[in-house]
């Protein structure tokens, strides 16, 4: 059975870090790519970060927003999917899932997701 | 950034009913699109990928069709486990993003 399992959510002031692990267990962890997809209070979805595989180098993407303040990684060795938050903003309050990348040959697609982790931004 | 309009936002339909929710893409995304379901307190589900394929263990009453920059999402026959938010995504370029989700609610 696949598991995604993210921990490290919690209350961290305006300017704070955080860092968010994710343990995987049921598939190959290495073979895939792996994002962060985050969702503020109420709101809609938001694609934050992926990993590439170790056959692509482990190469990142991020969106804009989080660019030069947040670093994912992983540990293939551990099965550990990670999300170093730094610089922390109000509006990076949010629900933190990771989430497995399905191959269909040409795109990636979401196919399983962790129950997700709170951030809360706040003074 | 691709931008990505769904739709109704919201909708309200009985059981029974056939529901179809539209997805705008602001360029040509090719069928580099998904479908999701989240219902509240939980991650969200892939339906559908590839615009039109149909995630293994999804009810057939879910269907996708679209190509270019306007695609649909339809449900046959709505029923009761099927209330919930159901959100585009599109994988063309990055960063990756979501369309602003429907609400389905039972009228």
């Known amino acids: ?123 | 950034d691709i931008q990505l309009t769904q739709t109704p936002s919201f909708l309200s339909a009985s059981v029974g009913d056939r529901v179809t929710i539209t997805c705008r893409a602001s360029q040509g995304i090719n069928n580099y699109l998904a479908w999701y379901q989240q219902k509240p307190g939980k991650a969200p589900n892939l339906l559908i990928y590839a615009a039109s394929t149909l995630q293994s263990g999804v009810p057939s009453r879910f269907s996708g069709s679209g190509s270019g920059r306007e695609f649909t999402l339809t449900i046959s026959s709505l029923q009761p486990e099927d209330f919930a938010t159901y959100y585009c995504q599109q994988l063309e370029n990055y960063p990756l993003t979501f369309g602003g989700g429907t609400k389905v609610e039972i009228k």
Request: glycine content about 10%.
């Open chain 1, 1 to 123: 059975e696949v598991q995604l399992v993210e921990s490290g959510g919690g209350l961290v002031q305006p300017g704070g870090s955080l860092r968010l692990s994710c343990v995987i267990s049921g598939f190959t962890f290495s073979d895939h790519y792996m994002d962060w997809v985050r969702q503020a209070p109420g709101k809609g979805l938001e694609w934050a970060a992926r990993t590439r595989n170790r056959a692509n180098s482990f190469s990142t993407e991020y969106v804009a927003s989080v660019k030069g303040r947040f670093i994912i990684s992983r540990d293939d060795s551990k099965n550990l999917l990670y999300l170093q938050m730094n610089s922390l903003r109000t509006e990076d309050t949010a629900v933190y899932y990771c989430v497995r990348a399905l191959y269909d040959g040409i795109r990636y697609y979401h196919d399983y997701w962790g129950q997700g982790t709170l951030v809360t931004v706040s003074s």
